[in-house]
């Protein structure tokens, strides 16, 4: 230690002079091992580095590295040189506040260093954001006496930041940003239950035996040698319920992780599933297939990419992988049929077609729930409805209440045959055909 001391210039820079204690060698001559992050990946890089560092064989101390220029980045192998460490000075830690799932939010370490002894093993670990980097990460490096103790170090790092502690058992969602980063965002899903989801009771046991039955028997079936990755495709016209059928198979598989894609998280397909792989047993959730998986002659431009790589993501799952896909569409008759049909891809394809008169019925009792509806003659109304989805229904009462609330003034609302008729009426003749289709709706008779 004296040697160092003595080879140490005494005007170098604060953080160069750290680094010359805690290892008791010149920094410059010591290897450096670094690892890029995803930006998405911060909440858990940094539960993961609590964990590690809070062991009890480790002592850490964080802080923080201030550049002289918003140019320059901090690395630890300038640092240890006197010529660019005397750029940077010892300052606050950044900390990024980033929010989590239930509500929760997690400040983690934007750009420190932390000086960890493991016993009388030395360790430097520098977290920052290149500033210059292509698409934006976060970079961790880590500087030790010997480079097999670096590498141990990041490896047991990357494992534990894959394990993906922030996310696990969460519903997310994703999508990319200019760069091509995934962004994750959390979602709460509503308490749906099984009365809730108004389908015929074959289909919808039809449903839970492909989706929940597996995860309630996942043991034996793995025992068995039985494959646990599958998928199911529920079609039929908008407003059947696909997506309420979907989310209520999400909220019913409690532990298990939920990734939902939609819209713009379409081109999120690759790093949706390689989350599903690190965070399974996981759920996969693919509203409108048909937007990217429509026959080739009438895709638009990218939509075969898309196509290409859900199928590519989807076969390339081992068999032992818990993951299951449920993807809906109203256009099966343009869904390619790779998709559609192949096993491994889609195991099961079902129909939800437009409520039965006994699922319109507890369709309008579903929906009336808190307020009163005094209808003088319920099997008509009912049969009038042949071919109404449930979100027409929905719509319909809504429509009635309204009738109601601008006809009786004060008071509690109480829906008559009378705001029924205006309801179908705005609804079938002024709301026109459009209205009809995009409610569901197919050969009500008004």
């Known amino acids: 230690m004296a040697r160092a001391t003595r080879k140490r210039p005494k005007s170098a820079p604060v953080l160069l002079r750290r680094l010359h204690k805690h290892f008791s060698a010149d920094p410059a001559a010591l290897p450096v091992v670094e690892q890029q992050f995803g930006l998405h990946d911060r909440p858990n890089l940094h539960l993961a580095l609590e964990e590690m560092l809070g062991a009890a064989k480790r002592h850490a101390v964080?802080?923080?590295?201030?550049?002289?220029?918003?140019?320059?980045?901090?690395?630890?192998?300038?640092?240890?040189?006197?010529?660019?460490?005397?750029?940077?000075?010892q300052g606050p830690v950044q900390y990024v506040d980033v929010p989590l799932p239930g509500g929760r939010n997690l400040s983690c370490v934007k750009n420190g260093i932390y000086f960890v002894h493991e016993g009388?093993?030395?360790?430097?670990?520098?977290?920052?954001?290149?500033?210059?980097?292509?698409?934006?990460?976060?970079?961790?490096?880590?500087?030790?006496?010997?480079?097999?103790?670096?590498?141990?170090?990041?490896?047991?790092?990357?494992r534990r930041t894959q394990f993906g502690k922030a996310y696990r058992g969460h519903?997310?969602?994703?999508?990319?940003?200019?760069y091509g980063n995934a962004n994750i965002t959390h979602h709460a899903l509503p308490a749906i239950r099984r009365e809730d989801v108004i389908l015929p009771e074959p289909l919808l046991r039809r449903i839970e035996r492909h989706?929940?039955?597996?995860?309630?028997?996942?043991?034996?079936?793995?025992?068995?040698?039985?494959?646990?990755?599958?998928?199911?495709?529920?079609?039929?016209?908008?407003?059947?319920?696909?997506?309420?059928?979907?989310?209520?198979?999400?909220?019913?598989?409690?532990?298990?992780t939920v990734l939902l894609i939609t819209g713009r998280g379409a081109g999120s397909i690759e790093a949706?599933?390689?989350?599903?792989?690190?965070?399974?047993?996981?759920?996969?959730i693919l509203e409108d297939v048909d937007l990217i998986g429509t026959e080739r002659d009438h895709q638009e431009i990218g939509a075969n990419a898309l196509l290409f790589e859900l199928l590519n993501q989807m076969d390339g799952l081992a068999n032992d992988v818990d993951i299951l896909?449920?993807?809906?569409?109203?256009?099966?008759?343009?869904?390619?049929?790779?998709?559609?049909?192949?096993?491994?891809?889609v195991d099961q394809a079902i129909e939800v077609p437009p409520p039965d008169a006994d699922c319109r019925q507890r369709l309008f009792e579903l929906?009336?729930?808190?307020?009163?509806?005094?209808?003088?003659?319920?099997?008509?109304?009912?049969?009038?409805?042949?071919?109404?989805?449930?979100?027409?229904?929905?719509?319909?009462?809504?429509?009635?209440?309204?009738?109601?609330?601008?006809?009786?003034?004060?008071?509690?609302?109480?829906?008559?045959d009378r705001h029924v008729e205006e309801g179908l009426a705005d609804l079938l003749i002024a709301g026109g055909p459009l209205t009809k289709s995009l409610l569901g709706a197919t050969t009500t008779s008004g």
């Open 171 to 178: 519903v997310l969602s994703l999508d990319k940003d200019c």
């Open 211 to 256: 989706t929940l039955s597996f995860s309630k028997h996942l043991e034996r079936l793995r025992e068995a040698g039985r494959h646990l990755k599958r998928g199911v495709l529920l079609y039929g016209p908008p407003g059947t319920g696909k997506t309420l059928t979907a989310m209520y198979l999400a909220t019913q598989m409690a532990g298990r």
């Open 62 to 89: 964080l802080v923080g590295v201030l550049a002289h220029s918003e140019h320059e980045s901090p690395s630890l192998a300038r640092l240890s040189q006197h010529a660019a460490a005397r750029h940077f000075e």
């Open 120 to 158: 009388k093993t030395p360790l430097a670990v520098l977290v920052s954001m290149p500033r210059f980097a292509h698409p934006p990460c976060l970079q961790v490096e880590v500087m030790a006496t010997e480079r097999e103790r670096a590498e141990e170090f990041l490896r047991e790092l990357q």
């Open 272 to 284: 949706a599933c390689r989350l599903a792989r690190l965070l399974e047993p996981a759920t996969v």
């Open 367 to 416: 929906y009336s729930r808190g307020m009163k509806v005094d209808v003088s003659d319920w099997p008509r109304l009912i049969e009038r409805t042949q071919g109404a989805s449930g979100a027409f229904i929905r719509e319909l009462l809504r429509k009635a209440a309204v009738f109601a609330a601008e006809e009786d003034g004060a008071g509690p609302l109480v829906v008559r």
């Open 325 to 345: 896909f449920i993807l809906t569409t109203n256009r099966p008759d343009v869904l390619e049929p790779a998709l559609a049909a192949r096993p491994g891809r």
